[in-house]
């Protein structure tokens, strides 16, 4: 039997892998989702399911604004600090990031009034209405647990996060399953992704322990930052448009709220692929950073490479099984809520697989702060994007799930290929130059 200064040990190197704690935290994450929206899939009806998953879509988008202008620069600043960072700036951050959750809560406020009014001149337009109020329900508390998380993994507290998820897991699937028998309508589902959240941001924040604000701090931090958080702002734009989670957005504007619900139902099944690609992002983008600060273009280059082959390992063993088992998972997860939809998840599949080999590539870009390389890659990638939907309308899902696969192979060249070109032209620079192109 293990003495208990064994166990002792054992407890404590379970602590320190970090690695281990953001798969976790993932698969937690992503578990609870898919546990969830299979629930409320086979619970609701598909108008309410379909306006549930154009909410989220809508919480995507607004939530990438948050993430260009508050996450990605506090990563790209205290990254480069890691440990050394000054736990005053950590705490402005936080502060900052409360002024940015206003901003973006105000802005699908207005969301709102805008589709409210567009339902009473359009009376056939009406259905955009739920959505859009979901969404505004949604946003807030997911948004602080996001950054909770964020700041968590920032400062080394991998274990935290994991057990703010475990909270997450517990209460969404718990309250999924409540809605489901006594309450299956779409206002009641939104409740799980509140109530989950706002747990999750308790956790975090009860071991974070924010203190006072110093708002003019606060916004200094934005300030400094904000060259590089306007420019992400602006690739956002575009990214909203196809990527993995707002792209149903567009799916329900071209096709209306059921092929909407039969993509949410069909993008469940590949969900726990992003969530493999969010925890090795959550790990990987700071260590980016901190490659590029130590080591210069080469070693940014080194880790950015690892990460692409770990995804490719981890992600396409899962997509693969999701692509053979099509048939069996459909029937399993919704009953026969959702019959016939076993190739469009086989095309979706491969989709989504190209969309995570795209992540080491952004990263790059985005730690040497090339912003404009990547506004264009995006810009022309939803382009595309747009214009394959649009021709793929007479062919309802399974055509936009050809235009969704169309688009990520052209994304996928582009950003190789500006991968290289940057690092070509960094290492003809001075070796000095090449080494202080630091975020």
């Not at 959505?131 to 968590?152: F, K, M, N, Q, V």
Request: with cysteine; net charge positive; hydrophobic share 55%.
């Amino acid at each position: 039997m293990a003495t208990a200064r064994q166990k002792s040990s054992l407890w404590r190197k379970f602590r320190d892998q970090k690695r281990i704690h953001a798969i976790a935290d993932q698969a937690l994450q992503g578990g609870a989702n898919i546990l969830a929206s299979a629930i409320l899939a086979r619970a609701l009806i598909r108008a309410d399911f379909g306006a549930l998953g154009i909410a989220v879509g809508l919480y995507y988008l607004v939530a990438g604004f948050h993430r260009s202008n508050i996450v990605l620069p506090y990563i790209a600043e205290m990254g480069a600090q890691h440990l050394n960072a000054d736990p005053k700036a950590q705490n402005d951050w936080f502060w900052m990031n409360m002024i940015g959750i206003g901003l973006v809560t105000l802005a699908i406020t207005v969301m709102v009034l805008l589709a409210a009014g567009a339902g009473i001149v359009r009376p056939d337009w009406h259905w955009i209405i739920k959505p859009t109020l979901l969404a505004a329900c949604i946003t807030p508390p997911l948004l602080l647990a996001e950054y909770g998380r964020r700041w968590l993994y920032q400062t080394d507290r991998s274990f935290t996060v994991m057990l703010s998820s475990i909270a997450y897991f517990m209460v969404m699937t718990s309250t999924a399953i409540l809605v489901g028998h006594f309450r299956p309508v779409a206002g009641a589902g939104a409740l799980t992704w509140v109530a989950a959240s706002a747990v999750s941001a308790a956790v975090s924040l009860t071991a974070l322990r924010p203190t006072t604000p110093r708002w003019a701090s606060a916004v200094r931090c934005w300030l400094r930052n904000r060259h590089f958080a306007l420019w992400q702002s602006a690739t956002h734009i575009p990214y909203s448009i196809y990527n993995n989670a707002s792209v149903v957005v567009l799916i329900g504007f071209l096709l209306g709220p059921l092929p909407a619900a039969v993509f949410t139902a069909a993008r469940t099944l590949i969900n726990p692929a992003i969530s493999i690609v969010s925890a090795v992002d959550s790990l990987d983008k700071p260590r980016a950073a901190r490659a590029l600060a130590s080591g210069g273009i080469a070693a940014l280059r080194h880790s950015v490479n690892r990460t692409r082959m770990t995804l490719i390992a981890l992600t396409g063993s899962y997509l693969g099984l999701v692509a053979l088992l099509a048939t069996v998972a459909v029937r399993v997860v919704f009953a026969n809520k959702y019959p016939g939809i076993d190739n469009e998840l086989r095309l979706l599949a491969l989709a989504f697989f190209l969309m995570c080999l795209n992540q080491p590539s952004e990263t790059f870009l985005i730690v040497i702060r090339a912003g404009p390389t990547l506004f264009a890659i995006r810009a022309i990638t939803a382009i595309v994007t747009i214009v394959a939907l649009a021709a793929a309308r007479p062919w309802g899902l399974r055509g936009m799930a050809i235009g969704i696969l169309l688009s990520q192979t052209a994304s996928l060249f582009m950003l190789i290929a500006a991968e290289r070109l940057v690092s070509r032209r960094i290492s003809l620079r001075s070796p000095v130059e090449a080494d202080i192109a630091t975020p």
